[in-house]
T-cell receptor, first 112, second 116 residues
Framework: DAGITQSPRHKVTETGTPVTLRCHQT?????MYWYRQDPGHGLRLIHY???????DKGEVSDGYSVSRSKTEDFLLTLESATSSQTSVYFC???????????FGPGTRLLVL | AQSVTQLDSQVPVFEEAPVELRCNYS??????LFWYVQYPNQGLQLLLK??????LVESINGFEAEFNKSQTSFHLRKPSVHISDTAEYFC??????????????FGTGTKLQVIP
């Protein structure tokens, strides 16, 4: 399995505070993705990256920003957390856009 | 725009019985197709994928899926399920977008519950 980790694994925060989630991969994969998983919605793409400093929006990007300053790290920031952003967040990486995505273990975020 | 439909949100099945998890997609271009499995409290793992060639693809643990272009389907089947197959299964479709990149869309998932 690809070495992909997420931190923190669990977080509780209050509405209006900024939150940053980190994804770290050791496979030198070019592509990285952030998804959120909610009951009845499956996985929805928030943002993705196709290289260092190259990122683009997914289908549910409002309220989120990302940064990728190194190949191995992809950060997701909730600029001002809202209760609707309570979810499980998954990071994934891949060698190519059409290739298998390798997923991290997820981060459970609760916004009170 | 592409989309993926998994009509069954939950599928209960008795152990050693066959199962089929349905997946239909829509896309105006050629696609790659994937099935991922998610065990409780874990991330998703690739089960099998179709990129080209034979329309029937198999996984190492006995699952298979057949790409049917005319019906735009990629149903997942297993002739005899085991308790350990209890998990949530996600179908995904990947197709090219501008700039040479691929867009991946996941279905809403099907929870397979194997009953002893």
């Amino acid at each position: 399995d690809a070495g992909i980790t997420q931190s923190p694994r669990h977080k509780v925060t209050e509405t209006g505070t900024p939150v940053t989630l980190r994804c770290h991969q050791t496979e030198n994969h070019r592509y990285m993705y952030w998804y959120r998983q909610d009951p009845g919605h499956g996985l929805r793409l928030i943002h993705y990256s196709y290289g260092v400093k190259d990122t683009d929006k997914g289908e549910v990007s409002d309220g989120y920003s990302v940064s990728r300053s190194k190949t191995e790290d992809f950060l997701l920031t909730l600029e001002s957390a809202t209760s609707s952003q309570t979810s499980v967040y998954f990071c994934a990486s891949a060698t190519g856009a059409e290739e298998t995505q390798y997923f991290g273990p997820g981060t459970r975020l609760l916004v009170l | 725009a592409q989309s993926v439909t998994q009509l069954d949100s939950q599928v209960p099945v008795f152990e050693e019985a066959p199962v089929e998890l349905r997946c239909n997609y829509s896309s105006s271009v050629s696609v790659y197709l994937f099935w991922y499995v998610q065990y409780p409290n874990q991330g998703l793992q690739l089960l099998l994928k179709y990129l080209s060639g034979s329309t029937l693809v198999e996984s190492i643990n006995g699952f298979e899926a057949e790409f049917n272009k005319s019906q735009t389907s990629f149903h997942l089947r297993k002739p005899s399920v085991h308790i350990s197959d209890t998990a949530e299964y996600f179908c995904a479709v990947s197709s090219p977008i501008s700039g040479g990149y691929q867009k991946v869309t996941f279905g809403t998932g099907t929870k397979l519950q194997v009953i002893p």
